[in-house]
T-cell receptor, first 114, second 113 residues
Framework: DQQVKQNSPSLSVQEGRISILNCDYT??????FLWYKKYPAEGPTFLIS???IKDKNEDGRFTVFLNKSAKHLSLHIVPSQPGDSAVYFC?????????????WGLGTSLAVNP | NAGVTQTPKFRVLKTGQSMTLLCAQD?????MYWYRQDPGMGLRLIHY???????AKGEVPDGYNVSRLKKQNFLLGLESAAPSQTSVYFC????????????FGSGTRLTVV
């Protein structure tokens, strides 16, 4: 059973508009959440993260919102640009001995149309 | 600016053959990881290392072995490849316990026929 779910496999938006990518999780032990972006034939690259003690983190055009009671987080991209077209992965982290366990969603493919 | 380098980028193996995937990082990161990505499934951790000379099992370790003899290198071995190991393999490294995100390689696409 997936602990991190990205229910929209794909999303299409117009350039300049807002892109909202959603992620739901089931495990209340997750205490850190990350978003990664992946272009074809490349590895994922870290985009933005948020600790469970916060409800918002902003970095330029990218903002992540966390709603702990709903076990839901979202990534907002404003304004969207064609170069943002990629697959976006949500990941959730928790303590696991000498490492931190990282559980990944399946990804949402974002297409930003000029 | 090499970051994390994976070799090879593509490989086709016959069932039962063996091979080693090499991951090299030049950022002096302590932690290194091997993931596989399959359609309909998120990235799954195969093995990881928290420092030179250490290795540990992840979620899906069966059929794979790893070694971290040097801090900058993390090798993933398949002793007897099976079609179920057809996948895209990603190596990643991080300076600490993943709080600040990983740096990934560009992946190795492996097909076992």
């Amino acid at each position: 059973d997936q602990q991190v779910k990205q229910n929209s496999p794909s999303l299409s938006v117009q350039e300049g508009r807002i892109s909202i990518l959603n992620c739901d999780y089931t495990n209340s032990m997750f205490d850190y959440f990350l978003w990664y972006k992946k272009y074809p034939a490349e590895g994922p690259t870290f985009l933005i993260s948020i600790s469970s003690i916060k409800d918002k983190n902003e970095d330029g055009r990218f903002t992540v919102f966390l709603n702990k009671s709903a076990k839901h987080l979202s990534l907002h991209i404003v304004p969207s640009q064609p170069g943002d077209s990629a697959v976006y992965f949500c990941a959730a982290s928790q303590e696991a001995g000498n490492n931190r366990k990282l559980i990944w969603g399946l990804g949402t493919s974002l297409a930003v149309n000029p | 600016n090499a970051g994390v380098t994976q070799t090879p980028k593509f490989r086709v193996l016959k069932t039962g053959q063996s091979m080693t995937l090499l991951c090299a990082q030049d950022m002096n990161h302590e932690y290194m990881y091997w993931y596989r990505q399959d359609p309909g499934m998120g990235l799954r951790l195969i093995h990881y290392s928290v420092g030179e000379g250490t290795t540990a099992k992840g979620e899906v370790p069966d059929g794979y072995n790893v070694s971290r003899l040097k801090k900058q290198n993390f090798l993933l071995g398949l002793e007897s490849a099976a079609p179920s190991q057809t996948s895209v393999y990603f190596c990643a490294s991080s300076p600490n316990r993943a709080l600040y995100g990983y740096t990934f390689g560009s992946g190795t696409r492996l097909t076992v026929v």
